[in-house]
Nanobody, 115 residues
Framework: QVKLVESGGGFVQPGGSLGLSCVAS????????MNWYRQAPSQQRELIAS???????YYEDSVKGRFIIWRENAKKTVYLQMHSLKAEDTATYYC?????????WGQGTQVTVSS
């Protein structure tokens, strides 16, 4: 069974930094893009960052220049380092792998940015 487990969420003041990690199990994750989504209350889940099997990275415009995504295939782990956090970054953050059989989601981790 493929499973994704996120960790690292929490509370941070505006302008602060926070790091997330996501560990995959039950799969060799190296060929797949590993993705970070987020969902704020009453909003749709949105893709904010992705790292391909070739380690190429994609960032949604609102996080570009502030967030960094990378992966360690040996650890089946994808990371998201977030800097210069803003109140509008407050959301539940989800790790995702898009497999042929369908998407796999982690349970989510809450990030709250507030003074």
């Amino acid at each position: 069974q493929v499973k994704l487990v996120e960790s690292g969420g929490g509370f941070v003041q505006p302008g602060g930094s926070l790091g997330l990690s996501c560990v995959a199990s039950g799969i060799d994750s190296s060929p797949y893009a590993m993705n970070w989504y987020r969902q704020a209350p009453s909003q749709q889940r949105e893709l904010i960052a992705s790292v391909g099997g070739d380690e190429s990275a994609y960032y949604e415009d609102s996080v570009k220049g502030r967030f960094i995504i990378w992966r360690e295939n040996a650890k089946k782990t994808v990371y998201l380092q977030m800097h210069s956090l803003k109140a509008e970054d407050t959301a539940t953050y989800y790790c995702n792998i898009q497999m042929d059989a369908g998407p796999v989601w982690g349970q989510g981790t809450q990030v709250t940015v507030s003074s």
